[in-house]
């Protein structure tokens, strides 16, 4: 019987499962040649952690690895339910949270290596200033600011033709290749949920057959649609790669809304944006301009809600997942 123990967040609604420690060595290369490895050796492993019947498609899972940087604490690799992920904003939030949970972190920062690049969190201190950095009994600190990899726009007002109706859109970056889209003609919300799924999907089926990717070749693999929000400056749904839609407003996503903001003249380095994601929750971005690049910084909080131990028998015919 394989025992592999698990810690289950949420950051906005969207869940991450944190794997602390794998059942085999990856080498001493750096968190992307980890990750190369897991693709090539391991690939089981994602399978049974997050599919059904341990998991389900709405998971995104992290496994805690060591970092190859002297400069990290830690090391990241993130993966859901059809492969791995450059970086992922949710997920380094509820990283963050899950590891103060534990209490392998105190407020401040923390630098995590990832595939994509460095980024670096600071965990805030629930407390007032002057109180100290400790939290109340029984509470841990669960605000994180991450400050990611640089983001940027690669194509602009992209048309796509779905269903003979011509939308436009950005491709952008932010640690993942997205397609942000406004003149979709849907609404956004929670009642429109299957449309905006498969008109999403649709949209990413489009891109495939008519060539567009972002830099390098890059699958293009999530799509943001936009709407105006009243509580928030703008509202997402965001599907990701595997058809789940994201019950956050995604962290990467809101990193590569900024840079198409910033290229619009929309948005000033250290004025705060506010995003919501379908389901209601909120991430507050800035940007920081760094040698012409433009740096996200994305806050949210994220709550631990399930502790436990995935059992794999390897008798089971669903062993690594339907
Ligand atoms: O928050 O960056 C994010 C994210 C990517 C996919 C799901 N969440």
Redesign the pocket.
Known sequence: MKRIPYLDSHTGG?PTRLITSLPFDLGAGSVADKCSTLKAHHDDLRRTVLLEPRGSDVL?GAYLVPPADPTCQFGVIYFNNVGY?G?????TIGLIASLAYLGRVQPGVIRVETPVGVVEATLHSPLPQGEGLGVRAGEYPNKVSVRNIPAYRHLTHVPVTVDGKTIHGDVAYG??WFFLCHDHGLEVNMQNLEALTEFSWRVREQFTADGITGANGAEVDHVELFAAADEADSKSFVL?PGKAY?R?P????TSAKLACLYGDGKLQAGKTWKQQSVVGSIFEGSIQIQDNRIIPTITGEAWVMSEGMILVDERDPFATGI
Request: proline share 0%; charged share 10%; hydrophobic share 20%.
């Open positions: 969207e995104v992920l970086m992922c904003g949710h997920g640690g993942n990701c994201d956050s995604c962290g990467t996503g």
